[in-house]
C-alpha cells in the first residue's frame, strides 16, 4: 500500500512534466476559455466600461484569438497584471497570451524566453506636464520629479535620456498607471513619463485635463504588441496570423458588417482570409472559418482602434495607419 | 521493552513486520523523509526543466550587468543608472536596514513609553493609550502606510513650502529639505571625542558599581556620563573653532536644490511602521510590568529604596525577562514588514532589486532566492543578537 503512495506519487510528478509540455492548443480548448494577460485599468487599452465588460485595443486582441480558436470572443479569462508582475504570470504559465501594451525588445524577445508575435501599437515615450509649469520642451525638464511605471522599458529610457542631456532629476516610481495618476494629480511629481498613447489615456483619468500638455519630444521607438512563451510554435503562429488577419481584414476592405456579402467577392486574397477557399485554418490546426469569427466578432484593426482609442481619447491613427495610406502596418501575406 | 516483545510475540509467525512499533516508526519517518526528497527533486528538476525548455537565462552573471535605471534614494552610497544590478542590491539592502533600524529605535521608545503610560493611575492618560492601542494594532498595516503617504502628500506644493527659522528648514510634498551639514578641516576631532567620551562612560561605570560593591559608596553615573558623552564633543568642536558650515537649499527650477531631502516616501513608511509596531511592544512592556507581583514593589518600599530605583533595580529586571522574547518576534516583524515599501515606492530591497531588477532581468528564482536569503540574515542576526541579550537579563536561577 505504501509503495502505491510512493508510485502515486511518481505518476502524478510524470503526469505535471507531461501536462506542462503539452500544447497550449489543446489545453485552451480543453479548458474552453483563453487565459489572456492585460493592462491594469489603462484606458483606451485595458478597462472594464461600465457593465464591467473589458474592452479597449489589446483586449480585442484577447477576444480576437479566442474567436479564432473557440469560435467566441467571450471565452476569455481577463488577467489584469502590473507591469511587474506580467513577465512572470507569463512564464508561469497562468496565461496564455500577454497583450499589455509590452515594449518589443531584444532581451526580452531572448533573454526571458518570449516570442513577440507582432506590433498592435507603434508608439514612443513622451511626457505629460502641467500647463502651469510654463515647460513647452523636454529639455527644459532639469531638475524635475519625474513620475514612472517601474520595471517598464520607459524606465530605463527616462534614464538614458536624461544621461544623455545631461541633466538631473528625481524618479519616483509606481506600480501602476492608476497609483501614477493619483500620485501626479496630488503634486508629488511634475512630470508623468510613458508611451504617448498612455499619456493620453491617463490625461482622461485626472481631475483637471484640459490643464495637461503633452510635451513634443518622444524619445523612445516603442513597438507594442502581444507576445507568448517560447516553445509552442504553433500556439505563437495562432497569435501571430490572428493579429495578422485583422491588420489584413482592414487592408482588403473587410469589416464587421460586410464581411457577409464578401463571400460573393471575386479576390482571392478577400476569400482565403474568410475561409471560402485555401486551407489557411486547417494550418494552423484551427477552424476554416478562424479568419471570419475574428473579423465578424471584434472586427478588423481599424474598427477596433476606432472604437477604443480615436472615438473616447481622440488619438490619430498616425503612424499606426496601413502602409498604403502612409502608415507602419503591414502584414505579410495570407497564403 | 517488555511491552514490545510481548507484541513482538503475539506478532511473530512472520505475520508482518509492521507489529514492531520500532520498525515501524522507522519505516514511517524514513517514507516521509524520502517522499520529501523525492518531492524536493521533482520541483529543482522540474524547474530546471521548465527553465530549459523556454530558453530563460539562468546564472548570476546579472549582477555585473549596467542596471540603467536610477533609483530616489541612495543615502550611503553614489548610485546612478550606470552602476550594476550588484549595487542595486546593496542600495537596497541599506534602505531596508536604514528604516528597519530607525523603526526599531523609535518603535522601542515609544512602545516604552507608552506601556508605562497604560499603567498610568490617570484614567484618562491610561485610556487615551488603550485606544491609540487598540486603534493601531487593529487597522491592517499597509492601509496605515498609504494613510501615511496621503497625509505628507496633502502638504504645500513646492511653490507655497511651509519655511521654518529664517528658510532654514522647508517642508513640503517633495520632502523635509533641511541644510546639509559640511564639516571643514578639524571636525574629525569631533567623533574621535564622542568614541572617547562612550568609552570613558563605560569604564566609569563599571568602576561605580565595583565601588559601590565594596564600600557602598554611590556615584551619580548617568548624569556623569551624559555629560561626558555630550560635553567632551561640544569641547572638540569649540576648541577647533566650529568648522562646520551649512549648505542650505534654494528653490530653483521645479524642486529646491541642496540641503538633504528627507523624503515622503521614507517618512511615510518609517512613521507607519514604528507606530504600528510601537502599540504591540506598549503591550508587551505592559504585560511584562504587570508580570511582576506588587509585593516587589511593596517590600522594596519597604527597605526605603526610592521608586526610581524600585523600577530600575526590582521591576525591569523581573519584567524583562517576560518583555525581551516577544520584543524579538516584533523586531522581525517590523523588518519584514518594511518590504510593505514596494506600496509607496519607497526604494527598499524588494522594491528595488526584488522588483525592477528582477523584471529588468527577468530572472525570477535568482533574485528572489537572494532576497529571501537577505531576510533571513537579517532576521536570524535581530534573533541571535536579543538571544544573547535575553540570557544576560533573565535571572539566574539557583
Redesign the interface.
Known sequence: M?FG??LF??AA?TA??TA??AGTLDDIKARGELNCGVATPLPGFAAPNAENVWEGLDVDVCRAVAAAVLGDPMKVKITPTT??ER??VL?SGEIDLLARNTTWTL??D????FEFVGVNYYDGQGFLVNKS?GVSSATE?????VCVQ???TT??N???YF?AQGMK???????TAEEGAK?YD???C?VYTTDASGLYSLRSTLSAPDEQIVLPEIISKEPLGPLV???DQQWGDIARWTLNAMIIAEELGVSSANIDEMASSTNPSVLRLIGAEGNMGEQLGLDAKWAYNVVKTVGNYGESFKRNLTDTLNIERGINAQWKDGGLLYAPPMR | MSAETAQNARGSGGASLFSDQRFRSLFFQALVIGLLGAFLVFIVYNTAHNIEKRGIQTGFAFLDAAAGYDIAISPFMEYTATHTHGRVFLVGLFNTLLVSFLGIIAATFLGVFLGVLRLSPNWLVSRIVYCYVEFTRNVPLLLQILLWYAIFLALPAVKQSITMFNDIIILNKRGLIVPEPLPGDGFMLVPVALVLALFASIFFARWAKKTQAATGKIYPVFMTNTAMIIGLPLLAFAVTGFPLDFAYAELKGFNFKGGVVIKPEFTALWFALSLYTAAFISETVRAGIQSVSHGQTEASEALGLRPSWTMRLIILPQALRVIIPPMTSQYLNLTKNSSLAVAIGYPDIVQSFGGVTLNQTGQAIEVIFITMLVYLTISLLISGFMNWYNNRVSLVER
Do not use: C, I, W
Open positions: 505504501k503512495k510512493v506519487a511518481a510528478a505535471m512534466t506542462a509540455q507591469s511587474k513577465f512572470t512564464q532581451s526580452r531572448v533573454n526571458l524566453g509649469l525638464l532639469d531638475g524635475a520629479s517601474t520595471g517598464t524606465e530605463l527616462l534614464a538614458d544621461r532629476y528625481e524618479t519616483v516610481p509606481v506600480a500620485v496630488e503634486g508629488r511634475d512563451r517560447h516553445g
